[in-house]
Antibody
Framework: QVQLVESGGGVVQPGGSLRLSCAAS????????FHWVRQAPGKGLQWVAV????????YYADSVKGRFTISRDNSKKTLFLHLNSLSAEDTAIYYC????????????????WGQGILVTVSS | EVVMTQSPATLSVSPGGRATLSCRAS??????VAWYQQKPGQAPRLLMY???TRATGVPARFSGSWSGTEFTLIISSLQSEDVAIYYC??????????FGQGTRVEIK
């Protein structure tokens, strides 16, 4: 069965950095694009970033552009999100989610989600 | 950016009753709207895509429809396990992928 498991969260000081990982299993990782979506405490869902199945295309929300970097290692079936210059506004649960589109650069909706990992930015 | 607006913010429905959730897109997105269910303390789960197609394993009491830029999710007979926040999302005009602010469904 499809599984996505995030790790790497924790408490970080303002201005600090963190790397989140999302380990995938149960399907051919290299066939799919992946997203990061975050949810601030008590708030709704906010899309953060996406990477295409082959890593050729990456897009970011304006609020994280220039600070966050999405990447993937197909040999390790792992998705990453590098978070830099963090502020309190970045405090959230971060979810990785698989894009439904199979081996396509035109992306779609999110068919599987990880359980999420909490990032807290606080001094 | 396409803005998705959901209403109402909270819906209280009696067990076995009908719940009607609405979502409006700020511009045309055709039928490229998905619905997600998020139960307390859990990750979101795909419920519906293409505005009206149920995802695998979703009970038949959930149905979706659309007209123009108005999208509707109906729970025909509310069960206790349906208590959750429901989000609509458009995936036609990206980036960004955008979500509505959510509708909380409660048991009356």
């Amino acid at each position: 069965q499809v599984q996505l498991v995030e790790s790497g969260g924790g408490v970080v000081q303002p201005g600090g950095s963190l790397r989140l990982s999302c380990a995938a299993s149960g399907f051919t990782f290299s066939d799919y694009g992946f997203h990061w979506v975050r949810q601030a405490p008590g708030k709704g869902l906010q899309w953060v970033a996406v990477i295409s199945y082959d890593g050729s295309n990456k897009y970011y929300a304006d609020s994280v552009k220039g600070r966050f970097t999405i990447s993937r290692d197909n040999s390790k079936k792992t998705l990453f999100l590098h978070l830099n210059s963090l502020s309190a506004e970045d405090t959230a649960i971060y979810y990785c989610a698989r894009d439904e589109a199979l081996k396509q650069l035109w992306l779609s909706y999110f068919d599987y989600w990880g359980q999420g990992i909490l990032v807290t930015v606080s001094s | 950016e396409v803005v998705m607006t959901q209403s109402p913010a909270t819906l209280s429905v009696s067990p076995g009753g009908r719940a009607t959730l609405s979502c409006r897109a700020s511009q045309s997105v055709a039928s490229t709207v998905a619905w997600y269910q998020q139960k307390p303390g859990q990750a979101p789960r795909l419920l519906m895509y293409g505005a009206s197609t149920r995802a695998t394993g979703v009970p038949a009491r959930f149905s979706g429809s659309w007209s123009g830029t108005e999208f509707t999710l109906i729970i025909s007979s509310l069960q206790s396990e349906d208590v959750a926040i429901y989000y609509c999302q458009q995936y036609n005009n990206w980036p960004p992928w955008t979500f509505g602010q959510g509708t909380r469904v409660e048991i009356k």
